[in-house]
Nanobody
Framework: QVQLVESGGGSVQAGGSLRLSCAAS????????MGWFRQAPGKEREGIAQ???????TYADSVKGRFTISRDNAKNTLLLQMNSLKPDDTAMYYC??????????????????WGQGTQVTVGS
């Protein structure tokens, strides 16, 4: 059974940094497409970053240059380094995966497995 568990969320001031982790069990994260999503109250879930089985990455314009997605293959963990955080980054953050090597969509309905989320709050 595949399980994804996010951690690392919290409260920071604008301009600060956080690193989110997503620990996977039941499959090897290095082989498949994985992504990070976020959802703020009253808004739709937004895909912000993804990484494919070869390490290729894609970012939403809203986070490009500030966030970095990566993997720690030894720990079977997906990471999201978030720098220069803004109040607009406040949301619940989710990791997701699909058992396919290449990522062809950053739409939430394309991903198959989901974590429970971790809250990020950025104060002004």
């Amino acid at each position: 059974q595949v399980q994804l568990v996010e951690s690392g969320g919290g409260s920071v001031q604008a301009g600060g940094s956080l690193r989110l982790s997503c620990a996977a069990s039941g499959y090897a994260t290095r082989n498949y497409c994985m992504g990070w999503f976020r959802q703020a109250p009253g808004k739709e879930r937004e895909g912000i970053a993804q990484i494919d089985g070869f390490g290729g990455t894609t970012y939403a314009d809203s986070v490009k240059g500030r966030f970095t997605i990566s993997r720690d293959n030894a720990k079977n963990t997906l990471l999201l380094q978030m720098n220069s955080l803004k109040p607009d980054d406040t949301a619940m953050y989710y990791c997701a995966a699909r058992p396919i090597t290449y990522c062809t969509s950053l739409q939430s309905n394309w991903f198959q497995w989901w974590g429970q989320g971790t809250q990020v709050t950025v104060g002004s």
